[in-house]
């Protein structure tokens, strides 16, 4: 890759202005949004990581939010490789952060340990996911939409009313935490650190899957299943993977969720937090993993000063997602993705036009390349892992 | 014998406030392939405006005329504009609603308050008869519910098998491409279909008011069942529509009844069953 | 001593063909798609199918690739009977099948679409840990292939943005991708330019000669080049079936066509224009 001045390619020394002589400021800001191209993801990843490590260190406000956003953030994560990457929107998800949660409570409430409620909630979430599945993906498109909202209202509706289990509307309140040895969960800074640390691997596996050839199935089943299938590909089968995946991980941030809080209530699984979770998806950026990251934490941080500053942020949540559906599908992450996209054109006009070379290989976590509307669901989305589009 | 008739009744008055919402959003969704989320925001909303009208004029069918009225000239505001704008896409169109179930859950919040509420029933409708045959003391207020709806639900019969928007509406559902090529103004009737569902959901809302309350959530409450009706009856089918009710709101209100701690669950049931046997709901059509 | 292989003889009764039909009927609702159609086709035929719109082609493809169910009668794939299995099913056992109207993976670059197309009949499509990007084999397979079609510098390239013809190549090297046995090819020249056309016709001649292809065009010069035997539907039911030379002598067959262009009636001669409606 070349650093510094333009290539010594035949046609390079003339900029795309012509009569313009390649100037010092043209080979400089060159250089700049070539090296930017390979740094920013690494160095925003990192920098990123340092501010969340420090935040978390701490003890106030921000280290709280920051706790809820990650727990969130899990679970979003998760939907956004269901919904992103195969298509399916699921307004369940916070249904199954709040078995994940619950199964902890109720166990801990029959007198199991920490560790072993873990462990069944884990089982509980993964049985569910493995059960529900089954009759989740026998529809698709709009129709998995409604059958996962109305799943997700029956969770709900089992949370408030089956009180013999959940105690109903009043929760059930979790007083002891995993602990081993020196390592104990009841102190808040170790169970900030797990929070981060259990967000990380999920976030590094998700992307991980969306690279492996399950993660491209799924983006072809996005794009066009009754292709995919005539290729060979068990598309109910892969879409059951997808959900069981993303339906284990919403449990996982369920159980964190009940050792942040110490409590949980049917209110954590009423429509509107399944809803939230879709919004953060769509508002970060669906197919881009790292977008709805950042969306929990924009969501949370409107939750808790909502009342502060913005008593009615409901309003202007629901107002913000019409406007993304409407003027930037792609949500931040789509942004994101298009200022690569100008800045590799701008790369390839200074460099003098369509001869210049290939765009380079992907940078870690951010290709140039967008991942446009497809299929049925049209919207559009941010897909990691595109090559860049070459010019013509 | 008489508690299980009066159980009985009242699982139809659930199905008829059911329909009432139910109709609107299957029609909807069978003409114009729009799955409004928000329905049951404007059920709700049309519950509360038509709670504040019967407060200050103590006028019940001022209420009902008043909600119905106004969501429907809501309804007819969203469908010219933001339905209008996401015409190009099924899942952008359904992801706006959600937006909406948010701000008009929030404003509704600003202004009612989060205690719930009932709507009141005045005069004649607040009280009770005895029935025939059976002799059960019932509210009158459930029979006029009953009745409403029975007369609604043959009027949009009619409306639909009988008159020329009807056909129109009808051949939308089944062929949309089809309908459009032949020169029939589908723009008009996607408009009036849209503005007849919200009509119909506010409508519902102050009816709902009176036996089921105004409660934040109310909204997904009402949503799910219409949800649940469209499952089990065919997404897009009207007679769907009015089987799917009958059945989802005797299930609700037995639930509710006889198993109070999965009375969600077990609509859960039929929609299970439908889902594994056909899809494409009872009397829906493949490729819906 | 040199023994001599005899000549293999290739009567039906012997060696099942490489796709045949028993009886197919396909009815939806009180109309009648497909009606009692019966095809053999031997291994390594060019066929066609061909007829007017609304004759019930694309809907036998259907039935031939499992997209739908016949109401009654038998799908058979070098003997196997295959009616009751879905598509993918069939794509494991060598069928192959490109189509009209549902095409590429549009939102993903060539290299995306060939790589799932790879990856379709092994067990890796469902692994979940290692990069698709890092099975070389894959790569480099989806590479060679690109290059046979003249796609080697699309493969960075949005399905959605190739033009016609690269999307119709495209279409073909998917489903040769999978290898497959028998070949089913919907309407590959539909909507071409001429020389798009040409393109598509030299690809055919190049397909391999074990490969069983049966194609469904309108473009009589195409299949007079493609294909050596075709079957002609009308209304779902077949009405002849024979040599491109019989066919197109046929007067049934010439009946139905007029009013559309009449197929050449001199063989080997310059053709009209096919119905390509």
Redesign the interface.
């Known amino acids: 890759m070349t650093a510094g001045g333009p290539p010594a390619s035949a046609g390079a020394t003339t900029p795309a202005r012509p009569g313009r002589p390649a100037g010092r400021l043209t080979r400089l800001t060159l250089v700049i949004l070539e090296q930017s191209r390979r740094l920013t993801g690494p160095v925003a990843g990192v920098a990123a990581a340092v501010v969340l490590v420090l935040i978390l260190q701490g003890n106030g406000f921000a280290s709280t939010l920051v706790e809820d956003a990650l727990v969130y953030a899990i679970a979003a994560m998760a939907l956004d490789f269901m919904a992103g990457y195969a298509g399916m929107v699921s307004l369940a998800q916070a249904g199954f952060l709040g078995v994940g949660a619950y199964a902890v409570a109720i166990a801990e409430n029959h007198f199991l340990s920490p560790w072993a409620a873990v462990g069944i909630a884990l089982a509980v979430v993964l049985g569910a996911g493995l059960a529900l599945g089954i009759v989740a993906v026998r529809t698709k498109g709009v129709s998995f939409v409604i059958i996962t909202l109305a799943l997700g209202q029956v969770l709900y509706g089992l949370a408030f009313q089956w009180t013999g289990l959940s105690e109903g509307d009043n929760g059930i309140t979790v007083a002891s935490l995993p602990a081993i040895g020196s390592f104990d969960l009841s102190n808040p800074l170790t169970l900030r650190m797990t929070v981060l640390a259990v967000f990380a691997v999920t976030a590094l596996l998700l992307v991980l899957f969306t690279r492996s050839p399950f993660g491209l199935s799924l983006r072809g089943i996005r794009s066009n299943e009754q292709r995919l299938a005539a290729l060979g590909y068990r598309t109910s089968l892969h879409r059951y993977l997808a959900w069981v995946i993303a339906v284990f991980f919403a449990g996982v941030a369920g159980i964190l969720y009940v050792f942040v809080q110490g409590l949980i209530t049917p209110t954590t699984m009423a429509f509107s937090a399944n809803g939230f979770l879709v919004v953060m998806v769509v508002l970060g950026g669906l197919g881009s993993i790292w977008g709805p990251a950042i969306g929990a934490l924009v969501i949370v941080l409107f939750q808790q000063e909502a009342s502060t500053y913005v008593t009615r942020w409901q309003t202007l949540m629901g107002l913000t997602l019409i406007a993304v559906v409407l003027f930037s599908p792609g949500g931040f992450w789509g942004l994101v993705r298009a200022a690569g996209r100008r800045r590799d054109a701008l790369i390839t006009r200074l460099r003098g036009g369509p001869a210049g070379e290939n765009g380079p290989a992907t940078t870690a976590g951010q290709a140039s390349g967008a991942g446009q509307a497809g299929g049925p669901l049209a919207l559009e989305t941010a897909h990691p892992g595109t090559e860049p589009r070459q010019t013509p | 014998m008489q508690e299980f008739i009066a159980q009985t009744l009242n699982g139809l008055t659930l199905a008829g406030v059911i329909f009432l919402v139910s109709s609107g959003f299957t029609l909807v969704f069978g003409i114009m392939r729009v799955t409004n989320l928000a329905h049951g925001a404007v059920y709700l909303l049309g519950g509360y405006i038509g709670y504040s009208v019967i407060q200050s004029t103590n006028n019940f069918f001022l209420g009902l005329a008043v909600a119905a009225l106004a969501m429907g000239a809501l309804g007819l505001g969203l469908e010219r504009t933001l339905i209008t704008w996401l015409r190009r896409s099924e899942m952008a169109e359904l992801l706006a609603t959600l937006g909406l179930i948010y701000v008009i859950d929030d404003v509704a919040l600003a202004i009612w308050g989060g205690n719930p509420l009932t709507v009141n029933l005045p005069g004649f409708l607040g009280k009770s008869s005895t029935l025939p045959v059976s002799g059960i003391v019932y509210p009158n207020g459930r029979i006029f519910i009953l009745g409403v709806s029975v007369v609604v639900a043959v009027a949009l019969y009619y409306l639909l098998r009988r008159t020329r928007v009807g056909a129109i509406v009808r051949a939308g559902v089944d062929d949309r491409e089809m309908v459009g090529a032949l020169g029939v103004n589908v723009r008009l009737a996607n408009t009036l279909v849209f503005t007849l569902g919200a009509l119909l959901a506010g409508f519902a809302g102050v009816l709902g008011g009176t036996v089921l309350g105004l409660y934040t959530g109310g909204d997904s409450d009402m949503l799910l069942f219409a949800l649940a009706v469209v499952i089990v009856g065919g997404l897009g089918s009207f007679e769907g529509a009015i089987l799917g009710s009958l059945l989802i709101g005797l299930v609700v209100d037995y639930g509710t009844a006889y198993f109070a701690a999965f009375a969600y669950s077990v609509l859960f049931i039929p929609v299970i069953v439908v889902l594994l046997v056909k899809p494409q709901g009872l009397l829906g059509r493949q490729g819906v | 001593m040199t023994a001599e292989p005899a000549a293999p003889q290739t009567k039906p009764a012997d060696t099942p063909p490489a796709l045949a039909a028993d009886h197919l009927w396909r009815r939806f609702r009180g109309v009648t798609a497909v009606a009692d159609v019966s095809l053999r086709i031997p291994l390594g035929a060019r066929f066609g199918i061909i007829g007017p719109n609304g004759a019930g082609k694309t809907t036998l493809f259907n039935l031939l ?1 499992g ?1 739908l169910r016949p109401s009654s009668g038998r799908v058979a794939l070098f003997g196997q009977d295959i009616t009751g299995l ?3 099913r069939r ?2 056992l060598g069928l ?2 490109t ?1 009209q109207i ?8 060539v ?2 679409n060939l ?3 790879l ?3 092994n067990r ?10 890092r ?1 070389p084999d894959a790569m480099a397979e989806a590479a060679e292939l690109a290059a046979s079609f003249g796609l080697a ?6 399905a ?1 943005e190739l033009s016609h013809g690269e999307i119709r190549e495209l279409e073909v090297l ?2 040769l ?2 290898k497959p046995r028998v070949l089913l090819l919907d309407e590959p020249a539909a909507g071409l330019s001429p020389a798009e056309r040409v393109d598509i016709l030299n690809l055919l001649r190049s397909l391999p000669a074990e490969l069983t292809l049966i194609m469904i065009e309108h473009d009589i010069d195409l299949l007079r080049g493609a294909v050596d035997s075709a079957a002609v539907l009308h209304l779902g039911a077949l009405v002849v079936e024979g040599t491109m030379r019989e066919i197109q002598q046929d007067d049934r067959v010439r009946e139905l066509y007029l009013g559309q262009a009449a197929p050449d009636p001199r063989p080997g001669g310059p053709g009209q224009e096919g119905a390509g409606t």
């Open positions: 690739s997209e879905r598509p993918y794509a494991a192959g099948r189509f549902t095409r590429v993976f549009g939102d993903l670059t290299l995306e790589t799932l197309a990856h379709g009949l890796s499509k469902l692994s979940l840990l290692r990069p698709w990007r099975y510098g699309r493969l960075g390239t949005r959605s998917l489903a991708a999978l």
